[in-house]
C-alpha cells in the first residue's frame, strides 16, 4: 500500500517539475539586455501560437454550428436577391 502511494506521488512530482521546465525563466537576465528581449520574443511567439490554435478550433466549431441551422440559407436568400421585394417573394 505505501509503495503505491510513494509511487504516485512520484509521477506526480516528475510530471510537475516537466511542466515547470517548459517554461523558461527570464528574470536571470538583466531587462535592457537582448537575452532577456529574445527570451521574451519566444515566451510571446509560443503564446500567441498556443492562441491562434485556440481561436481556429473555436471558429471551425462556431463555422459548423452556424452550417446546421437554417440562417445560413436565409442570409444567401438575402445575399442573392437584388431588392428588398424580390426578397419576400420568394
Request: proline share 0%; net charge positive.
Amino acid at each position: 500500500m505505501n509503495k503505491i502511494i510513494v509511487i504516485i506521488i512520484s509521477f506526480y512530482l516528475l510530471s510537475i517539475n516537466l511542466s515547470i521546465a517548459e517554461t523558461k525563466d527570464c528574470t536571470q537576465y538583466k531587462k535592457l539586455s537582448k537575452e532577456y528581449t529574445k527570451c521574451k520574443a519566444e515566451q510571446v511567439k509560443k503564446k500567441t501560437i498556443e492562441a491562434k490554435d485556440k481561436v481556429a478550433k473555436s471558429y471551425d466549431k462556431n463555422k459548423k454550428k452556424f452550417n446546421k441551422t437554417d440562417l445560413k440559407a436565409k442570409l444567401l436568400k438575402f445575399k442573392n436577391s437584388k431588392s428588398q421585394k424580390e426578397f419576400l417573394e420568394k
